[in-house]
DNA sequence: TATGAATGAGCCTTCATTCAT
DNA sequence: GATGAATGAAGGCTCATTCAT
């Protein structure tokens, strides 16, 4: 396993190619050829198909809570953070179409990902949503009696689901305009009164 | 002289087993068997394979938007309304979950659905959530300038994603408790301030 | 095994729809739509798919021998029997072409006829127009020195070539037509020199 | 990088499979078999199973007529290129009695050939016929009236017959003493009188 | 006798994976 | 390491045949 560049092209080939066919009707050897490599390459570096599939998953949602964390550390209000979450959540969706298309359809295998292989990864992302809120709370800018986990699965279902949408969709919008009114709903649901 | 219950008892064996394996792991004569019966009768009621998870798919999904239409239209106040849905929605997914496991999951594949056979079908679960916030700004119930479309979404995508992780998760809750407090988040994020 | 008249039924069925697809590409199924009647009845007559096929044949060749024996015993002249010959065949051939088409495809199936079920009824037509050269010998209107064998299956080989081009092509002219310069050939390539 | 005498290896199986058992009865998993190789690497050059036969009908006339063209074409005498052409036929039926069968039945299968993908290949043999034919009119070797479209299938007809016969029965006798015997009956029922 | 729903063996074809080069 | 031809297990679908009604 020397050329250390080959898993990154394998893996973002694999993307181009899930997201125009979906992984179970993708073959191997249509990654490879995106690739440009031979098909019995992808094997040096992959233990299986499904081995990229849960790889690019990992890699990708790792990079992307590194990335949140790392923004939202830069915040100093928990509100500013969640509208931080939900901007970056939806440029993260726009800039990169066809991952978000991958991620959204296959991480709903269940059996793969929630249960499975990757669920460290996604709840990451959950907690650092949940762990906002709670400074939140803390700040006492969050309703004190807010159901955490709760809220945090609205959000994110929120942000979900618009990014589902506008990836299925015709894309005809943009759809980082949607995140100060998405975060302005959510906030509005669950900040302290009178606040 | 075909039996009339057959299609049916095909589509529940279905639910059962593709709830189990998802649809790509689940193989044809697994569903017959789980059907109590022979492999080539499925083809006597259904075109494909596929053809029985995109019927499975718009029956259901046109009995449930039925459903939550008429117990919409039994109440009055379109606050009321809102709690109906997510009370309804997170009933549903309870009492079925395997069709729900089935449902959350198959849904994602983009190819098959939001854009291919059943889109009619899901968008009009979406214009059942939209109308009731409409009427809600109609009654200055609801914020005249929210946009109706985002918010939709928010609440379609809050739930399905508390849905999403009690399916696949361990279930050691009971999802329809989530309901008050998701309707509350949503609506004190939407509502007129001061109502 | 009551009415009399299903099994022909099923017979002529099997020839339109033999002739329209193949054997093989043909289904009982089809037969029995096309028959008016239900395809498990089909078993009440015939053994097997196969068993159509082989009594077809059967029924019409031993029809075919039998009419074929009466007329040319209704003429004397060995030579006018040839012509007589040549003319039912393509006659036959020209007022049932499906039958036809059945017969000449199906019947090269070897496996199936010459070596198999039917060689008896194939020889027979074989029979007797070797027979009737033999009859045209000792008369001395055809060479004495003729292999007989050999001209039997070239008469029943030029026929057959000539009816399978008719039925194959687009039949834009009445094979009956070639009948006596088909006979004149033959005729004149056994014929007693100077007779 | 591709074996090349695999597809020749495979067409080679092919014919004696399908001599054995008729296309219709045989598997590709049997080609596989005969040609040592597993039945997926059928696939690598043919597209189906069809394809195999088409294939093999179409590269086996091709040759056949190139052959005859050629041998044709070394005679002089009008009568004599008959000779040979009834020669050649029988010689090769009589060295390839496997790939005969083959031809021989499947060839009635009008759909696919006759009608269909190889009508080309089989014309181009009754061409060469014929044209031989047209030689000795122009030579005044053979009767000026002779209908050439009728005798050129009477010949091709007699020929066929005689190899079917021979292929399908006992081949206890050498099919190419038959070839004298032919050739003298059909030139005899064609040329000039007197000649 | 007639029906046609049900059966399930059978087969073509695909494609993840291996391995000789 | 890289290749891609070869493998062969797997599975969707068909259809001849059966049998309860």
Redesign the interface.
């Known amino acids: 396993m020397r050329d250390p560049d080959k898993p990154q092209a394998i893996i973002d080939a694999a993307i181009r190619v899930f997201a125009r ?2 992984y ?2 993708s073959r191997v050897s249509d990654i490879a050829r995106e690739a440009g490599i031979a098909s019995g390459t992808i094997y040096l570096y992959f233990k299986t198909k499904d081995d990229i599939l849960v790889t690019l998953f990992r890699e990708k949602m790792a990079e992307w809570v590194a990335l949140v964390q790392k923004e939202v550390a830069a915040e100093r209000d928990p509100l500013a953070k969640i509208r931080k979450i939900v901007a970056l959540h939806f440029r993260m969706i726009q800039d990169n179409p066809e991952l978000a ?1 991958v991620v ?2 296959e ?5 793969k990902f ?2 499975g292989a990757s669920a460290h990864e996604v709840s990451a992302y959950f907690d650092v949503i949940q762990s906002v809120l709670e400074e939140g709370v803390a700040a006492g800018r969050i309703r004190r009696d ?2 955490l986990k ?2 945090t ?10 990014a ?2 506008w ?3 015709k894309r005809a919008y943009r759809l980082t305009d ?1 995140a100060e ?2 975060a302005s ?6 900040t302290t009164d009178g606040v």
Chains 1, 2, 3, 4 share one sequence.
């Not at 709903?185 to 669950?190: C, E, M, P, S, Y």
């Open positions: 066919s979906g179970y009707n298309e959204q359809v991480l709903r295998q269940g059996h929630f249960r807010l159901p709760v809220a699965k609205m959000l994110f279902g929120a942000m979900d689901q618009l589902t949408s990836v299925l969709g949607a009114p998405v709903i959510f906030l509005k649901g669950v």
